[in-house]
T-cell receptor, first 114, second 114 residues
Framework: KAGVTQTPRYLIKTRGQQVTLSCSPISGHRSVSWYQQTPGQGLQFLFEYFSETQRNKGNFPGRFSGRQFSNSRSEMNVSTLELGDSALYLC?????????????FGPGTRLTVT | DQQVKQNSPSLSVQEGRISILNCDYTNSMFDYFLWYKKYPAEGPTFLISISSIKDKNEDGRFTVFLNKSAKHLSLHIVPSQPGDSAVYFCAASAQDFGNEKLTFGTGTRLTIIP
């Protein structure tokens, strides 16, 4: 079974631009969660999508948004990029109705904002 | 407010010895705890978990201990091997059907010295 895939793997953007990251979950998984990893902050939860609906949300500003498509693929968008948005963005997928521990992570997208 | 804390950013252990990674939490609603392992350029992978109804869970060389009164858990790796060199994240979740999310610590970089 193919794992979670994320595209692109690396991205460089300038301040003020916007960016869209993509995540394809494991086949059959309906929940997709997004995390931001920065040095010293660990993994911070952004949001979770299940059946095309945002089911849970972390404490990030409205510049961070996402969506999920009918095939469970998910995109995350960050508008008006700031230098502090430079991070590794990870997505994780899980089966419907499962507890958080059944999450499987993708390799991440490394975003650098200059 | 860091609800899950890993106070040691790094740890070095000789090959063959025991590695002990520590994690503290503040939210008494957490009832499920997990350890993830992360290699560079890869997403975190699930290692071992423990429910709050237990105080110990073992899986091969890995054992997780939970002390609920102290709000503390630890991961023991015996014997440590060079392939164990990675960043280890402690995570916790609280039962909230349909709205569960993982709260991660900041990670501990374990280096196994041959």
């Amino acid at each position: 079974k193919a794992g979670v895939t994320q595209t692109p793997r690396y991205l460089i953007k300038t301040r003020g631009q916007q960016v869209t990251l993509s995540c394809s979950p494991i086949s059959g998984h309906r929940s997709v969660s997004w995390y931001q990893q920065t040095p010293g902050q660990g993994l911070q939860f952004l949001f979770e999508y299940f059946s095309e609906t945002q089911r849970n949300k972390g404490n990030f500003p409205g510049r961070f948004s996402g969506r999920q498509f009918s095939n469970s693929r998910s995109e995350m968008n960050v508008s008006t990029l700031e230098l502090g948005d430079s991070a590794l963005y990870l997505c994780a997928s899980s089966l419907s109705g499962s507890r958080s521990y059944e999450q499987y992570f993708g390799p991440g997208t490394r975003l650098t904002v200059t | 407010d860091q609800q899950v804390k890993q106070n040691s950013p790094s740890l070095s252990v000789q090959e063959g010895r025991i590695s002990i990674l520590n994690c503290d939490y503040t939210n008494s609603m957490f009832d499920y705890f997990l350890w993830y392992k992360k290699y560079p350029a890869e997403g975190p992978t699930f290692l071992i978990s423990i429910s709050s109804i237990k105080d110990k869970n073992e899986d091969g060389r890995f054992t997780v201990f939970l002390n609920k009164s102290a709000k503390h858990l630890s991961l023991h790796i015996v014997p440590s091997q060079p392939g164990d060199s990675a960043v280890y994240f402690c995570a916790a979740s609280a039962q909230d059907f349909g709205n569960e999310k993982l709260t991660f610590g900041t990670g501990t970089r374990l280096t196994i010295i041959p």
